[in-house]
């Protein structure tokens, strides 16, 4: 959620420095309905219907990592459009942590508390977190992990990974740069 609204901030602020939607509408980027598709899996995996029928398991865990796969391609063939190769970078580091991890983000318990999310185990276990773990002794690559916090006196609260932060850097720098004027863009 987060992500959306810096990403909403990045735009408002590029049209009001004399961004065009116009602009934003001509980027041709390769592949992508893959993002869609992407989307549509990740919104299909945790709704309340398929984690009643199926749940959490190794099917919503082998399809939300697929999902994670199609937009890292989606990534690469459009690498060289600015903002992409940082964006790809947050995206492959979100992935490798999260396959690494069975499908699921490890996520630090001291971010937690910080965000205001859960104060413990106990509590965490009852919050409806289908692709989050806690860290513990058996995650693999736990510093890639959700380890940071938007603490919870702040809005939009919650918490975040080194990944997330280069996603948000490079949808920034993407939002910039397609906003332009054709005839204002260096690539």
Do not use: H
């Not at 630090?108 to 508390?113: D, E, I, N, T, Y």
């Not at 975040?160 to 332009?180: E, K, N, Q």
């Amino acid at each position: 959620m987060i992500l959306l609204v810096i990403l909403a901030i990045a735009l408002l602020v590029s049209l009001l420095l004399g961004g065009s939607l116009r602009a934003l509408g001509q980027v041709d980027l390769r592949y992508g309905g893959l993002v869609l598709l992407a989307m549509g899996i990740q919104v299909l995996v945790f709704s309340p219907r398929w984690q009643a029928t199926v749940g959490g398991g190794f099917w919503s865990q082998l399809l939300y990592v697929f999902s994670l796969l199609l937009l890292v391609v989606v990534v690469w063939f459009n690498r060289r459009v600015p903002g992409f190769a940082l964006l790809g970078l947050g995206l492959l580091s979100n992935t490798l942590v999260i396959a690494a991890n069975g499908g699921r983000m490890p996520v630090s318990l001291q971010a937690l508390r910080i965000a205001g999310i859960a104060e413990s185990r106990a509590e965490f276990e009852t919050l409806r977190v289908t692709n989050s773990a806690l860290i513990g002794g058996q995650t693999v690559l736990w510093f890639l992990g959700d380890i940071f916090a938007v603490p919870d006196s702040v809005p939009f609260s919650n918490v975040f990974s080194v990944g997330d932060v280069c996603i948000a850097l490079g949808g920034i720098w993407f939002v910039w740069f397609a906003t332009r004027p054709m005839e204002s863009r260096k690539e």
